[in-house]
């Protein structure tokens, strides 16, 4: 009785992690759930699994607008604006914010208040343009044939990107990466993330062949590794507008390779 007690309650707060992470990491509408500690300790484990469906709706997406017979820029631009509908463009907002102080060519502590700021700078407005433009070029030159594999890029750059939630050196003891990091079980997180990266691969492996599973393997490794230098160099850690730099940054890389690879 005691054993089935334990096993409810913790199917109860690993739903409840689910909830968090779909709910903070897309627009896709879930139960409103409480931010327990319990519930926060496994949400960055479901990091993955929002990018599980928002590949999922991809793919699903250029077979219908095959069926529909949309031409290759509807199809493109509508692939494109697909992954900002549904996660509600959280990880672009954190791009942008990186660009703006990037760009600043100012010290640390600048740097991180102009991230702060809710401003909408020059560099940024030009690093959305250029950055969605890059984005369309390389969605347009995918094959039906990749499709299906491009899922596995919208899992496998989230798993890598819950890593470094969890491993790298944050640059502020508040915020939103600080917050997750804080209260999830690092061990746990670093498995599942791990598992998830393993299983990704493997998907790509299978739908698009092993040579390109390696070569966007090779692309999102050496993507963490820029990552890690630039926001330990620039800002002294990781913060939550930098996982969202990376995690676009990322995608548009290995979907540029993924595109290269099964031209």
């Known amino acids: 009785m005691r054993q089935d007690k334990q096993k409810e309650k913790k199917s109860i707060r690993l739903s409840d992690s689910c909830r968090i992470a779909f709910s903070m990491y897309s627009k896709i509408p879930v139960p409103q759930t409480e931010w327990t500690e319990d519930g926060m ?3 960055m484990c479901f990091f993955p699994a929002v990018g599980a469906v928002l590949g999922f709706a991809v793919v699903c997406f250029h077979l219908l607008s095959g069926r529909m017979g949309l031409g290759m820029i ?5 692939g494109t604006a697909l992954p900002l509908l549904v996660t509600g463009g959280i990880h672009m907002d954190g791009f942008l914010d ?10 640390r502590e600048t740097k991180l208040a ?4 809710p401003h909408t700078g020059a560099f940024a407005v030009i690093g959305c ?6 984005y ?21 750059t989230r798993a890598l990107s819950g890593w ?16 997750f990091a804080g209260q999830a079980d690092t061990r746990t997180v670093k498995i599942s993330m791990v598992l998830w990266g393993l299983a990704a691969a493997g998907y790509v492996a299978i739908t698009a062949g092993p040579l390109t599973a390696a070569g966007i393997c090779l692309t999102g490794f050496l993507c963490l590794m820029g990552y890690h230098r630039m926001a330990v160099r620039e800002f002294g850690g990781v913060t939550g507008d930098l996982a969202g730099f990376f995690q676009q ?7 540029a390779v993924l595109a290269f690879l099964t031209s």
């Open 114 to 117: 102009i991230m702060k700021d």
């Open 249 to 255: 940054s990322c995608e548009l890389l290995t979907i």
């Open 74 to 78: 509807a199809d493109a631009c509508f």
């Open 98 to 107: 990186t660009v703006d102080a990037l760009s600043s060519w100012q010290d």
């Open 164 to 179: 470094a939630v969890v491993a790298f050196p944050k640059a502020k003891k508040e915020g939103l990466v600080s917050t």
């Open 136 to 156: 369309l070029a390389a969605y347009s030159e995918l094959k039906t044939g990749a499709f299906p594999a491009i899922a596995g890029i919208h899992v496998g």
């Open 41 to 43: 300790r496994y949400a």
């Open 129 to 134: 343009g250029v950055y969605l433009l890059c």
